[in-house]
């Protein structure tokens, strides 16, 4: 996969809505009922962090349901493309981006997403072909007004923010020319979770999937 290819549909699954669900899932029990339930409320592209051992176990279980289009975030390694590509994973997200890590992703056919924070981050991975990007940390690194000044001289770059976004201060990031979507945890709060509340967290994916809406 060229990255030109990776960047087209990287974009397309985040044009499916507002919001991608950043994910961090500690029991494979959860997996089915929480994409279920996102996915009810309007968000179907659902990004699994390989953060917990069981990460890889809960993307194959959420790859089963219907509607959704599961990824793997935190990709480090290629050991990490491979078993994620293998989990069932559809794309994959990065808080960086190194050449390793992009020729994995390239070789194993896997769109990714790559992290930059800066315009000369945002400008090699360009360079090599990359022009739809993931912003982060995006609260650290300045947030919405930070990533508004790269639009004027990087208008071919088109970003996820990610990292301290919240329905709080979501809208001040859709709202920018540059951005396609962004990433947020709080549709699925831990304790949610943990407490099987699925109704509840279809209820924040839904208000979730209408930000930016008129």
């Not at 293998?86 to 769109?111: I, K, N, W």
């Not at 930059?116 to 090699?124: D, V």
């Amino acid at each position: 996969m060229t990255p030109l290819d990776a960047s087209k549909s990287t974009r397309q699954i985040a044009a499916m809505a507002p919001i991608i669900p950043v994910l961090v899932v500690h029991d494979v029990a959860h997996a089915r009922p929480l994409a279920e339930a996102l996915i009810a409320g309007g968000l179907p592209a659902l990004e699994v962090t390989l953060r917990t051992e069981v990460a890889l176990q809960v993307i194959a279980e959420m790859a089963k349901v219907e509607g959704g289009v599961v990824g793997a975030g935190t990709l480090l390694t290629p050991d990490d493309v491979r078993r994620a590509k293998d989990a069932g994973a559809r794309f994959g997200v990065s808080p960086g981006a190194t050449d390793r890590l992009l020729q994995a992703c390239e070789d194993a056919d896997l769109p990714t997403l790559p992290g930059a924070a800066t315009a000369s981050e945002a400008m090699a991975l360009q360079e090599r072909g990359y022009d739809m990007l993931k912003f982060f940390p995006a609260e650290a690194s300045g947030g919405a007004p930070a990533l508004k000044s790269l639009a004027s001289p990087l208008p071919q770059i088109t970003f996820c923010p990610t990292g301290g976004v919240s329905m709080d201060n979501a809208l001040s990031y859709l709202a920018l020319p540059n951005v396609i979507c962004a990433g947020g945890s709080w549709v699925a709060p831990d304790h949610l979770v943990q407490a099987g509340d699925w109704a509840a967290i279809t209820e924040l994916a839904r208000a979730a999937s209408q930000l930016g809406k008129s």
